[in-house]
């Protein structure tokens, strides 16, 4: 398996322009978060996603930053517009559930770094 | 609520000496405890867990034990090498699905 697959690694835009950071999750697992990672914040979850539902966003900044998971393979988090205070770099997680319900490990991808000039 | 919290670094040692890295926690219930690593330019991966009290968690010479009586969940190795510098991730998962995190601890070892 490939792994949870990010794109892009890297992104530079200017203040005001859209972004939309893109993850595909480990093929099986239906957990998928979305972190958000600065050296003045630490790592922070933004959103978390069950079976493509969004569960849990209240780690989402502002009204600019929107996430959706179409579809059990891709998700999307999407920052319009955006601001250099968004300059972080964004994980992607996914994890399956093991018996009993609990949840498996997290596994992360390489995270895109954004920054807004 | 719940709050992880890990020993400021950064750390800087020599190869071969002994590492400890501080994490204490504070969660309702009976929390999972887990220590992530993230080396330079990736995302953080597993290296070890616990899921309950006393369960001692190990994964390459790393060790950490759930101390529920101090709320504790300190990483150790007993011989450090260049290829452990990262920044380290205690957390916890109490109900629920999400994870908290501490701040991280950069280590750093030196030849």
């Known amino acids: 398996d490939a792994g949870v697959i990010q794109s892009p690694r890297h992104e530079v835009t200017e203040m005001g322009q859209e972004v939309t950071l893109r993850c595909k999750p480990i093929?099986?697992?239906?957990?998928l978060f979305w972190y958000r990672q600065t050296m003045m914040r630490g790592l922070e979850l933004l959103i978390y996603?069950?079976?493509?539902?969004?569960?849990?966003d209240s780690g989402m900044p502002e009204d600019r930053f929107s996430a959706k998971m179409p579809n059990a393979s891709f998700s999307t988090l999407k920052i319009q517009p955006s601001e250099p205070r968004d300059s972080a770099v964004y994980f992607c997680?996914?994890?399956?559930?093991?018996?009993?319900?609990?949840?498996?490990?997290?596994?992360f991808g390489p995270g895109t770094r954004l920054t807004v000039l | 609520g719940n709050s992880v919290t890990q020993m400021e670094g950064p750390v800087t040692l020599s190869e071969e000496a002994f590492l400890t890295i501080n994490c204490t926690y504070t969660?309702?219930?009976?929390?999972?405890l887990f220590w992530y690593v993230q080396y330079p330019g990736e995302g953080l991966q597993l290296l070890l867990k616990?899921?309950?009290?006393?369960d001692k968690g190990s994964n390459k010479g790393f060790e950490a034990t759930y101390r529920k009586e101090t709320t504790s969940f300190h990483l150790e190795k007993g011989s450090v090498q260049v290829s452990d510098s990262a920044v380290y991730f205690c957390?916890?998962?109490?109900?629920?699905?999400?994870?908290?995190f501490g701040e991280g601890t950069q280590l750093t070892v030196n030849p």
């Open positions: 957390a916890l998962r109490s109900s629920g699905s999400r994870l908290t």
């Open positions: 093929s099986g697992h239906d957990y």
């Open positions: 996603f069950n079976n493509n539902v969004p569960i849990d």
């Open positions: 997680a996914s994890s399956g559930q093991g018996r009993g319900g609990h949840l498996r490990e997290q596994f």
């Open positions: 616990a899921t309950k009290a006393d």
């Open positions: 969660a309702t219930g009976y929390p999972s």
